[in-house]
């Protein structure tokens, strides 16, 4: 059974930075893409940024592109999501995904 744990949300002030990561089990985790998705209150939940299972090759949505990396470190099972230059609009529940399989969230507040 897959299971995917995040962490590192927090309350941020405009400008700053958090770093999140999503630590997966019970699955080859080399071999499958990752993505981060985030769902702010009322909203459809989007995806932020993808990474292929070798690292090579990641993909960012337009509002976080040159803000947002993903990488990942296959020795450890985990995912990261450095989030610099953190903006208000990017306050969401943030939720990692491995095939079908998602993590509880965790949520990113940016606010003076």
């Known amino acids: 059974q897959v299971q995917l744990v995040e962490s ?3 309350l941020v002030q405009p ?3 958090l770093r999140l990561s999503c630590a997966a089990s019970g699955t080859i985790f ?3 893409a990752m993505a981060w998705y985030r769902q702010a209150p009322g909203k459809q939940r989007e995806l932020v940024a993808s990474i292929t299972g070798g690292g090579g090759r990641t993909n960012y949505s337009d509002s976080v592109k040159g803000r947002f990396t993903i990488s990942r470190d296959n020795a450890k099972n985990t995912v990261y999501l450095q989030m610099n ?3 208000p609009e990017d ?3 943030y939720y990692c995904k491995l095939s ?3 993590g ?3 949520q990113v507040t940016v606010s003076s």
Request: charged share 15%.
């Open 8 to 10: 590192g949300g927090g």
């Open 15 to 17: 400008g700053g930075s």
């Open 30 to 32: 080399r071999i499958y």
């Open 85 to 87: 230059s953190l903006k």
């Open 91 to 93: 306050t969401a529940v």
């Open 100 to 102: 079908e399989n998602w």
């Open 104 to 106: 509880q969230g965790t």
